[in-house]
């Protein structure tokens, strides 16, 4: 496992809540926290470099020029992408999944999305990844198509010649579920939509910030994840494509810096990627993302990975000794990541979670922007317990024994 000195970087870490409770902090598949290494670099901006980007000839608007794109530069090489020009800076993941959503829905063959064409997600998707979609559908008659879950919640492949069909524009789905944990079999996806010439987007929101994301071994054409769960601030989200694509594709949000002329007849655009950077961009929020990823990679994505499916073989072996309590998706700790939920007995999780808070526990509760797999398994919440690299196995104890506080609690 990783030193637990890395917890000395996070100033929240040592908050003390509700009658000098020390905070046990699981919810890091909502957002992470903050080491002192991005919140010095947001205060040095913001103190010694506050311009706006591009196009300014004085020392501050090149200095936060420099930053910013350099962000650019730095989360580049994080993802393993071909060209610096394909990462697009949104204000987060459901931005990043909206914009490409619109793109297709604007784009001229062989791209477009219209009446004749299919669009694949997943069941265990986040409402980020589902209601783009459904919008799309609605206003162009596309139809939407979606893989179903197992019992123990993985995703059934077993009819994936069937889904993923000629008529299949687009296939999106998510590299590791926000509330089962599931890690999804990207290869087998990928293959198939490349043999029907689907285009591929991966929502890696839970992945980038816990194991290693390379977009050119996924060959998925569009990737999107966010800064706020990876030690970012929020206010920052990154879409990657394939630079071809991105040549091709209208851009979604018109304005300034996206545009190469400006007439009051019509527009030409700037290349990618400011092609998709319409107004000021988010500029301490990706010099901030960039100093995160800095903090990450100093630290190396698969040292964290190895240490948060240590913490997390450990919580599954502890959590399952609780009675009354069933883990919700793979209740093993091989191919899931770090989020696990569950449910506690007929206790509901609002309660399971109150109860936690008084013991200085921070879990989240309720269907975590996922209610299609709560309907699936036939449960109106889960409480999620979630780590990171930061996470203890002193935390998972403390977990398990507010979660018998909580049964004697209730009874």
Not at 23 to 28: E, G, H, K, P
Not at 194 to 202: D, F, K, R, S
Not at 216 to 244: N, S, Y
Not at 288 to 303: C, E, F, N, P, T
Request: aromatic residues 6%; proline residues 5%; charged residues 20%.
């Amino acid at each position: 496992m990783l030193d637990e000195a890395i917890r000395k970087d996070f100033p929240l870490l040592d908050r003390v809540v509700h009658d000098g409770k020390k905070i046990v902090y699981l919810d890091n598949a909502a957002t992470s926290q903050k080491p002192r290494q991005v919140l010095d670099a947001l205060n040095e901006y913001y103190e010694q470099h506050n311009a706006n980007v591009h196009r300014g000839v004085h020392v501050l608007a090149e200095e936060a020029t420099a930053l910013y794109e350099g962000a650019r530069d730095k989360v580049a090489a994080f993802i393993n992408a071909p060209s610096r020009d394909e990462v697009i800076f949104t204000k987060n993941a459901s931005e990043s999944l909206n914009l490409v959503a619109n793109m297709l829905g604007w784009a001229d063959e062989p791209y477009r999305v219209d009446s004749d064409t299919e669009i694949v997600i997943t069941e265990m998707e986040h409402h980020s990844n589902i209601v783009p979609w459904q919008l799309l559908s609605q206003r162009t008659g596309a139809k939407l198509k979606w893989f179903g879950l197992t019992d123990d919640g993985r995703l059934d492949l077993s009819n994936i010649d069937e889904i993923i069909t000629e008529k299949t524009k687009i296939v999106s789905f998510v590299l590791v579920s926000n509330i089962l944990g599931t890690v999804n079999p990207v290869e087998a996806i990928v293959r198939r939509a490349q043999q029907v010439g689907a285009l591929v987007l991966i929502d890696a929101s839970q992945a980038a910030p816990h194991m290693p994301v390379d977009v050119q071994a996924l060959q998925a054409d569009f990737v999107a994840f966010t800064g706020h769960k990876m030690c970012g601030p929020t206010g920052i989200g990154v879409l990657w494509g394939r630079q071809e694509l991105l040549e091709d594709l209208p851009p979604f949000l018109g304005g300034g810096e996206m545009i190469e002329t400006v007439s009051m007849h019509s527009s030409t655009y700037a290349p990618a990627p400011h092609k998709f950077e319409a107004g000021t961009p988010p500029i301490a929020q990706a010099i901030g993302l960039g100093a995160a990823v800095d903090y990450l990679s100093a630290i190396g994505m698969d040292k964290i990975h190895a240490h948060e499916q240590a913490i997390t073989e450990y919580a599954v072996r502890r959590l399952l000794e609780v009675p009354d309590l069933r883990i919700i998706g793979p209740a093993t700790a091989e191919e899931r990541g770090a989020a696990i939920s569950f449910t506690l007995g007929d206790i509901h999780p609002h309660d399971v979670g109150q109860v936690l808070d008084e013991q200085g526990i921070a879990v989240r509760v309720g269907h975590h922007c996922a209610r299609p797999v709560c309907l699936r398994y036939g449960i109106p919440a889960t409480t999620r317990a979630s780590f990171y690299l930061y996470s203890t196995p002193a935390e998972v104890d403390a977990l398990v024994e507010g979660l018998e506080h909580v049964r004697n609690f209730f009874g």
